[in-house]
Nanobody
């Protein structure tokens, strides 16, 4: 079993930056690929970014490419999502997730464990 705890969300203005963290416990962190998803009110949960076990491979949704950066520190059992140039349409609850799949899965159903989510609100 893996426990995931997100932090770092908040209320910011358009153009600002935030860094989300996802702290994990349980089995060895480096055996999981990590992903960030988000869900806005009335919308389905969507993939935002993912990173493979070693951190050598990343993938981003088109909507955040060039603005968001996913990273991980296997020594600290923590994944991060650096979000720059935030837009009002980035407003959502952000979830981190872990999967034992290889590579960088981008489908919600491929992830085994989920955090409770952290709210990000971007005002215009």
């Amino acid at each position: 079993q893996v426990q995931l705890v997100e932090s770092g969300g908040g209320l910011v203005q358009a153009g600002d930056s935030l860094r989300l963290s996802c702290a994990t416990s349980g089995r060895t962190f480096s055996t999981y690929a990590m992903g960030w998803f988000r869900q806005a009110p009335g919308k389905e949960r969507e993939f935002v970014a993912g990173i493979n076990r070693s951190g050598s491979l990343t993938y981003y949704a088109d909507s955040v490419e060039g603005r968001f950066t996913i990273s991980r520190d296997n020594a600290k059992n923590t994944a991060y999502l650096q979000m720059n140039s935030l837009k009002p349409e980035d407003t959502a609850v952000y979830y981190c997730a872990a999967t034992s799949h290889l590579g960088v899965p981008r489908i919600r159903g491929q992830y085994d464990y989920w955090g409770q989510g952290t709210q990000v609100t971007v005002s215009s």
